[in-house]
């Protein structure tokens, strides 16, 4: 008996032309690598710091705990958004919208936002990558331990934009012609 662990394609595609699986694994991925940056966040609600050195003036909670907790939930919402681009619901927007729940989703109002979405998450990719490389300014933290930790739960967000940018290549190419 074997263990699949992998996301396998569904036998019958939900979508009008088959979705590649590299996409459609892409996109069920995107909000497990966005996780762990968003459960690094929430500590900053309460004022835990993790480990950084960092002088700035702290806010009340009644602002940082919305602001935290809020900008976690809107990350995995966004990456979640994701997955209607390899999906039906990408493509036809479901009955259950009012007004316009079962009418056919113009491509490029699915491609532009993608595009822009991923061309700006690009742009945070490269400042991270600038910062690990130390030509930006970069956290100071009370010890390795505290950095090693910021830098795994971190890493995967420079991941974010590129991964739009190709499943809204595979969504174009897949619906040049609907």
Known sequence: ????LLHKAPAASDTEQPVPRWALRAAYAL??????SCLWRLPFAFHFEMGQLDDAPVSPLWITIPYVFGLSVLTELAALLSIGLVRRWGEVVPGWIPVIGGRRVPPMAAVVPAVTGGLVLSVVSVWMV???LGLSERMAYENGWWQALAMVCITP???WGPTVLALAYAYHRRRRHA
Not at 1 to 4: D, E, K, L, R
Not at 31 to 36: K, R
């Open 31 to 36: 909000p497990w690598l966005l996780l762990p």
């Open 130 to 132: 600038l910062t690990w």
């Open 1 to 4: 008996m074997t263990i699949n």
């Open 157 to 159: 967000l420079a991941l």
